[in-house]
């Protein structure tokens, strides 16, 4: 009987699901797992920094390994390096089904760049510039399907460097982000010989676009082109209309992607290009921008239908299509049509508003749409979401008793539980960085709504308190946390605020914990254990006694209770909770994170402000259960090994910069053969190339883990630790405590209190 895994298609099947390491040893079990299991290893390849100067330029493993397998590779990843034209020859003759290639942070100049597009093979450059329709554009897809379809080995020839290459007829995705030697009147002639092939181009803060006939033009060659990441430039309204098609430049073009961060442009020529793409927009990033409602209307509006009163009533239809929107420090943008929005759009997956007047209305309606397509869909309603309704009809009718008015409805007849499949579509990321209009109520809709949801950034939200981690939460997939500023009390500011928080309280009464003797209110040293408020010295604003409050137990069950929160979210990789008005104590609960946080949290941050100390107990704490899973103060033979892992770790890193050094110092003309010879068997970590976000690359290095290695008694992968200067016993504090962080491998930051690092660095 054949066994399934001797089948060549499930096998293939079975290797999208793998992690890279794991397809690594597949590819040793025999030669169909090898057949298998090679093409995923080999589909995206990232080399970024001094990765990519050993692999890369010096690497020959590597490079015979990419002549065997290059036309397996589909995503390229060379950042931060030296290019030079050789390089570029040789990736076009091997990676000859590369679609994305991404040359951010490079040296690369349009004179490089022409080795790999060196040809018009779609007779795209001989279109008339006055006419957009012309024949031999509208044919230039025949001609790309046809290309496409010849032999892998069939060449063409450049006439005018007689350099045989294989051009890359499948590139569809370029990306130059911070590329210093290009330009747009050079760069975009160059990329216009792609034709049709051309899918997304990304030109992040690249000078000299501004002006629009140069974008026009490349336009023109590449009809296809529908996303564009402008980020930086000078890109202005002008190009926005030829895009919509109000200049008759250009026939209206519906836009999938539009990156426009920090780009000159307004919402007079934002509005008409979202009402042309209005079907097929999915992505949108446009902060820092003077952008106003209509832009948000254009999403939604129904111009065919208007109302019969004497004023024109906005009319909306359901947007289906946009799943992704980035409009933070919009000022302009009103509560009222981000209701309006969240009430007609599905798809959302990833919304960005920091700064953006929003309130607790929007985030129920965005709520609300995720519920509703989640039950559109067969997938059922979280069951935190059915508890919290139903605690809500029972406290109206319990309130309702002995008053002349009818009593609530019965609870909500029982309907289908979420089951924990994939939600296509669901929110998956929400940041609300200063949103001062956002309460606990707003919050915990998305939270018992959205088990998708990954990322949450509620830093400077002043009127969210710890009391939103009372209660049930769905969301168990978090992977990046920032409550940064998060006060432990509530802001009560209004009656409803109030309320709800009354009702929360009787929803989900908090387990008491177990009482504690007196003598557990003092510290180690004695002094009353007592919590200072941030202290304002303004003269209207003096600091009171009743700025100074003791740790009770209503503090300790709701600390418990977040405890509680986090020791569920076992993907978190982030964790910002500086700036808070809370003390971070082992016996308040922090022993109930473990172990979900020692399995994937690379960086925490716990600055504390002045008052709210770490005491040598917390920090003992973290090197216990981050480090090596044992008390290394008390244990002599592990106090012995420190300095031997110090000289290692140091030896590996000065290695690094020695030959850092003596390839910069090389000349650029050098063979390939003239470096030391180095193993062909070398392992190589080929990791698959995702497009992160700029704020988490600034927090953890891609090539930390080169510097300092990898110890096999790890126990976590923890490795940035943030502390404030201030957040500590400095006359208690044992040195060596903080010594081992730093020959562990930990980076361990001290912060200013006037310089505190947030979520943005």
Same mark, same amino acid.
């Given at each position: 009987?054949?066994?399934?895994?001797?089948?060549?298609?499930?096998?293939?099947?079975?290797?999208?699901?793998?992690?890279?390491?794991?397809?690594?040893?597949?590819?040793?079990?025999?030669?169909?797992?090898?057949?298998?299991?090679?093409?995923?290893?080999?589909?995206?390849?990232?080399?970024?920094?001094?990765?990519?100067?050993? %692999?890369?330029?010096?690497?020959?493993?590597?490079?015979?390994?990419?002549?065997?397998?290059?036309?397996?590779?589909?995503?390229?990843?060379?950042?931060?390096?030296?290019?030079?034209?050789?390089?570029?020859?040789?990736?076009? %003759?091997?990676?000859?089904?590369?679609?994305?290639?991404?040359?951010?942070?490079?040296?690369?100049?349009? !004179?490089?760049?022409?080795?790999?597009?060196?040809?018009?093979?779609?007779?795209?450059?001989?279109?008339?510039?006055?006419?957009?329709?012309?024949?031999? $554009?509208?044919?230039?897809?025949?001609?790309?399907?046809?290309?496409?379809?010849?032999?892998?080995?069939?060449?063409?020839?450049?006439?005018?460097?007689?350099?045989?290459?294989?051009?890359?007829?499948?590139?569809?995705?370029?990306?130059?982000?911070?590329?210093?030697?290009?330009? !747009?009147? $050079?760069?975009?002639?160059?990329?216009?010989?792609?034709?049709?092939?051309?899918?997304?181009?990304?030109?992040?803060?690249?000078?000299?676009?501004?002006?629009?006939? =140069?974008?026009?033009?490349?336009?023109?060659?590449?009809?296809?082109?529908?996303?564009?990441?402008?980020?930086?430039?000078?890109?202005?309204?002008?190009?926005?209309?030829?895009?919509? !098609?109000?200049?008759?430049?250009?026939?209206?073009?519906?836009?999938?992607?539009?990156?426009?961060?920090?780009?000159?442009?307004?919402?007079?020529?934002?509005?008409?290009?979202?009402?042309?793409?209005?079907?097929?927009?999915?992505?949108?990033?446009?902060?820092?921008?003077?952008?106003?409602?209509? %832009?948000?209307?254009?999403?939604?509006? =129904?111009?065919?239908?208007?109302?019969?009163?004497?004023?024109?009533?906005?009319?909306?239809?359901?947007?289906?299509?946009?799943?992704?929107?980035?409009?933070?420090?919009?000022?302009?943008?009103?509560?009222?049509?981000?209701?309006?929005?969240?009430?007609?759009?599905?798809?959302?997956?990833?919304?960005?508003?920091?700064?953006?007047?929003?309130?607790?209305?929007?985030?129920?309606?965005?709520?609300?749409?995720?519920?509703?397509?989640?039950?559109?869909?067969?997938?059922?309603?979280?069951?935190?979401?059915?508890?919290?309704?139903?605690?809500?009809?029972?406290?109206?009718?319990?309130?309702?008793?002995?008053?002349?008015?009818?009593?609530?409805?019965?609870?909500?007849?029982?309907?289908?539980?979420?089951?924990?499949?994939?939600?296509?579509?669901?929110?998956?990321?929400?940041?609300?960085?200063?949103?001062?209009?956002?309460?606990?109520?707003?919050?915990?809709?998305?939270?018992?709504?959205?088990?998708?949801?990954?990322?949450?950034?509620?830093?400077?939200?002043?009127?969210?308190?710890?009391?939103?981690?009372?209660?049930?939460?769905?969301?168990?997939?978090?992977?990046?946390?920032?409550?940064?500023?998060?006060?432990?009390?509530?802001?009560?500011?209004? &009656?409803?605020?109030?309320?709800?928080?009354?009702?929360?309280?009787?929803?989900?009464?908090?387990?008491?914990?177990?009482?504690?003797?007196?003598?557990?209110?003092?510290?180690?040293?004695?002094?009353?254990?007592?919590?200072?408020?941030?202290?304002?010295?303004?003269?209207?604003?003096?600091?009171?006694?009743?700025?100074?409050?003791?740790?009770?137990?209503?503090?300790?069950?709701?600390?418990?209770?977040?405890?509680?929160?986090? !020791?569920?979210?076992?993907?978190?990789?982030?964790?910002?909770?500086? &700036?808070?008005?809370?003390?971070?104590?082992?016996?308040?609960?922090?022993?109930?994170?473990?172990?979900?946080?020692?399995?994937?949290?690379?960086?925490?941050?716990?600055?504390?402000?002045?008052?709210?100390?770490?005491?040598?107990?917390?920090?003992?704490?973290?090197?216990?259960?981050?480090?090596?899973?044992?008390?290394?103060?008390?244990?002599?033979?592990?106090?012995?090994?420190?300095?031997?892992?110090?000289?290692?770790?140091?030896?590996?890193?000065?290695?690094?910069?020695?030959?850092?050094?003596?390839?910069?110092?090389?000349?650029?003309?050098?063979?390939?053969?003239?470096?030391?010879?180095?193993?062909?068997?070398?392992?190589?970590?080929?990791?698959?190339?995702?497009?992160? =976000?700029?704020?988490?690359?600034?927090?953890?290095?891609?090539?930390?883990?080169?510097?300092?290695?990898?110890?096999?008694?790890?126990?976590? &992968?923890?490795?940035?630790?943030?502390?404030?200067?201030?957040?500590?016993?400095?006359?208690?504090?044992?040195? &060596?405590?903080?010594?081992?962080?730093?020959?562990?491998?930990?980076?361990?930051?001290?912060?200013?209190?006037?310089?505190?690092?947030?979520?943005?660095?």
């Amino acid at each position: 009987m054949i066994s399934p895994l001797d089948l060549l298609e499930i096998l293939e099947r079975v290797a999208t699901y793998l992690e890279p390491n794991d397809l690594v040893r597949a590819c040793q079990v025999s030669a169909l797992f090898h057949s298998a299991c090679t093409p995923h290893i080999w589909h995206s390849v990232t080399l970024v920094g001094n990765r990519a100067i050993r %692999v890369w330029h010096k690497g020959k493993g590597f490079r015979q390994g990419l002549i065997h397998y290059g036309p397996f590779v589909r995503e390229l990843r060379l950042n931060d390096t030296h290019i030079r034209n050789r390089d570029i020859e040789f990736m076009a %003759v091997n990676c000859t089904r590369l679609k994305s290639l991404d040359l951010s942070y490079t040296d690369i100049t349009v !004179g490089t760049l022409k080795t790999l597009l060196h040809s018009d093979p779609y007779k795209t450059l001989s279109a008339s510039m006055d006419s957009p329709e012309d024949s031999d $554009t509208v044919d230039a897809n025949t001609r790309m399907e046809q290309y496409r379809r010849m032999p892998a080995i069939q060449t063409n020839r450049d006439q005018n460097s007689g350099i045989e290459t294989k051009f890359p007829f499948h590139l569809e995705e370029l990306i130059f982000a911070n590329c210093e030697l290009l330009s !747009g009147p $050079t760069l975009f002639p160059v990329t216009a010989l792609l034709g049709p092939q051309l899918l997304h181009l990304s030109v992040d803060r690249i000078t000299d676009i501004g002006d629009s006939s =140069d974008l026009v033009r490349l336009l023109k060659h590449c009809p296809n082109l529908t996303r564009l990441n402008l980020v930086g430039t000078d890109a202005n309204d002008a190009f926005l209309a030829a895009l919509a !098609g109000t200049t008759k430049e250009l026939a209206p073009r519906a836009m999938e992607a539009l990156y426009l961060n920090r780009a000159p442009v307004s919402a007079v020529g934002l509005t008409p290009l979202v009402k042309v793409s209005r079907d097929k927009l999915e992505r949108l990033s446009c902060p820092n921008n003077d952008i106003d409602d209509d %832009v948000i209307y254009a999403f939604i509006e =129904d111009a065919k239908e208007l109302s019969k009163a004497p004023r024109p009533v906005k009319s909306f239809v359901r947007n289906d299509i946009l799943s992704i929107l980035g409009l933070s420090r919009s000022v302009n943008i009103t509560h009222k049509a981000l209701l309006e929005l969240f009430r007609h759009t599905t798809a959302l997956t990833m919304v960005e508003l920091d700064g953006v007047d929003i309130r607790d209305d929007a985030l129920e309606a965005l709520a609300a749409a995720n519920r509703n397509r989640m039950e559109r869909l067969g997938l059922g309603i979280p069951e935190a979401w059915i508890q919290h309704e139903q605690g809500a009809v029972k406290l109206l009718a319990r309130r309702q008793k002995g008053v002349q008015q009818p009593l609530a409805p019965a609870a909500p007849a029982e309907r289908k539980r979420y089951d924990g499949a994939w939600v296509p579509d669901g929110l998956q990321a929400l940041s609300l960085k200063n949103c001062l209009g956002v309460t606990n109520q707003g919050i915990r809709a998305i939270v018992r709504s959205c088990p998708m949801l990954w990322g949450l950034n509620l830093n400077g939200c002043k009127s969210v308190s710890m009391r939103v981690f009372r209660g049930p939460w769905i969301c168990n997939k978090m992977q990046d946390l920032n409550i940064s500023g998060i006060n432990l009390r509530i802001q009560i500011k209004t &009656k409803s605020m109030l309320l709800e928080e009354v009702t929360e309280d009787e929803r989900f009464p908090m387990p008491l914990l177990l009482k504690t003797h007196p003598s557990d209110d003092f510290r180690d040293d004695g002094h009353y254990d007592y919590m200072a408020l941030p202290i304002d010295f303004s003269e209207e604003n003096k600091i009171s006694n009743m700025d100074i409050t003791r740790n009770d137990g209503e503090t300790r069950r709701t600390l418990n209770e977040f405890y509680r929160k986090l !020791g569920q979210f076992d993907q978190l990789i982030r964790l910002n909770m500086a &700036k808070s008005d809370y003390r971070i104590r082992v016996k308040d609960g922090l022993d109930l994170v473990l172990p979900a946080l020692t399995k994937n949290l690379k960086w925490w941050n716990i600055y504390r402000p002045s008052g709210h100390t770490l005491q040598n107990v917390e920090i003992e704490w973290f090197g216990k259960h981050f480090g090596y899973g044992l008390d290394f103060t008390r244990n002599l033979d592990e106090l012995d090994r420190q300095p031997r892992i110090e000289d290692e770790y140091q030896k590996s890193y000065h290695d690094d910069e020695k030959e850092e050094a003596k390839f910069q110092a090389e000349n650029n003309d050098i063979e390939m053969d003239e470096f030391p010879d180095e193993d062909e068997n070398d392992e190589v970590d080929v990791l698959d190339g995702e497009d992160e =976000d700029e704020e988490v690359d600034e927090c953890y290095d891609e090539d930390e883990d080169e510097e300092w290695g990898e110890d096999p008694n790890r126990v976590s &992968k923890l490795k940035i630790l943030q502390l404030g200067k201030c957040s500590f016993e400095q006359d208690n504090l044992d040195r &060596k405590l903080f010594k081992w962080f730093i020959q562990s491998g930990f980076d361990v930051r001290e912060l200013n209190a006037k310089n505190v690092m947030s979520d943005d660095e």
